[in-house]
């Protein structure tokens, strides 16, 4: 505790506060970023993630993953799947067009680190209230010495995922995950500056439909507008990228969007696929498909 060996670079006694971090995770390859999410962030380019909320199966998650969108937001805040659900669904294509992301439940050690050992490489935190929160978030998600992550067997660095990449998994990681904080609260807004400015957070969320549930003013309304210009502002003087729905694909300075889900995608898609021939099914007098009298009465 109070003296170091002969050749230690940390002497004297024991201080966590003062520890001078090792090489031994250096990245000597200096590799290239190998997440293409994270090079079309850093070139300030538009990044959309189809949200995955309701189905666990790895077929319709591959259908997505490859249905062009740049991430999957698998959606882990309001849905009941459990991880090993996640974990079959991202086994399924790892290297599908879209990568793996998750929106997990809160900022939390066990939640973001389940997330980011099956393999993400976008993590979304939802309902980030404070600068603490927001430091914590960075912690989980990453390794020593950004962050907290700690180290373990896991899924990501299966050859299969992300084993293989230029430099190594663990040497690498941190600088190639997109970590996105959202803004979903007054509180949240006040601390937005400081949020952004967090080393290691890639972007801020404003989160369109909480900011209205947490603030009680509606969408467009002055006070409401006042807190997205708010967040707007704090992630761009951090230097940092701005998310927001894809319904503000065309605000000025978001460059990184939520899309719909796989079930708004399937309507979508059945809707293009069929033209004038979606919903015309025919009309039986009898049986369980037969118009109901009152249903006919309101088409009139």
Not at 71 to 76: C, Q, S, V
Request: aromatic letters at 8%.
């Amino acid at each position: 505790m109070s003296a170091a060996p002969a050749g230690a670079v940390n002497q004297g006694p024991l201080d966590p506060t003062k520890w001078k971090y090792g090489p031994a995770f250096d990245d000597a390859s200096n590799a290239g970023i190998w997440n293409p999410v994270m090079i079309k962030m850093m070139k300030g380019e538009k990044v959309t993630g189809g949200t995955v909320l309701s189905t666990d199966t790895p077929e319709t998650y591959c259908a997505m993953a490859n249905a062009g969108y740049d991430f999957i937001w698998t959606e882990m805040q309001h849905s009941a799947r459990d991880w090993d659900a996640v974990s079959r669904m991202w086994r399924a294509c790892p290297h599908a067009k879209a990568v793996p992301g998750v929106r997990v439940a809160y900022t939390d050690e066990r939640e973001i680190q389940h997330a980011m050992d099956l393999g993400a490489l976008v993590i979304i935190v939802p309902t980030v209230r404070s600068i603490a929160e927001g430091t914590a978030a960075r912690d989980w998600t990453m390794y020593p010495p950004l962050g907290k992550r700690s180290l373990g067997a896991a899924q990501a660095t299966d050859p299969l995922f992300w084993g293989n990449v230029p430099g190594g998994y663990r040497n690498t990681i941190n600088k190639n995950v997109v970590l996105i904080e959202m803004i979903e609260t007054v509180e949240g807004v006040n601390d937005a500056p400081q949020i952004a400015a967090i080393p290691g957070v890639t972007a801020v969320f404003a989160a369109s439909g909480d900011l209205g549930n947490f603030s009680g003013y509606k969408m467009g309304t002055p006070d409401y507008e006042r807190l997205i210009n708010i967040v707007h502002d704090a992630a761009l003087g951090a230097g940092k990228r701005l998310c927001g729905p894809i319904l503000w694909r065309d605000r000025p300075d978001f460059t990184c969007f939520q899309a719909g889900t796989e079930v708004q995608a399937i309507g979508r898609g059945v809707a293009d696929e069929l033209g004038p021939l979606k919903d015309t099914q025919g009309k039986p007098t009898v049986g369980p498909y037969a118009v109901k009298k009152e249903d006919a009465a309101g088409q009139h």
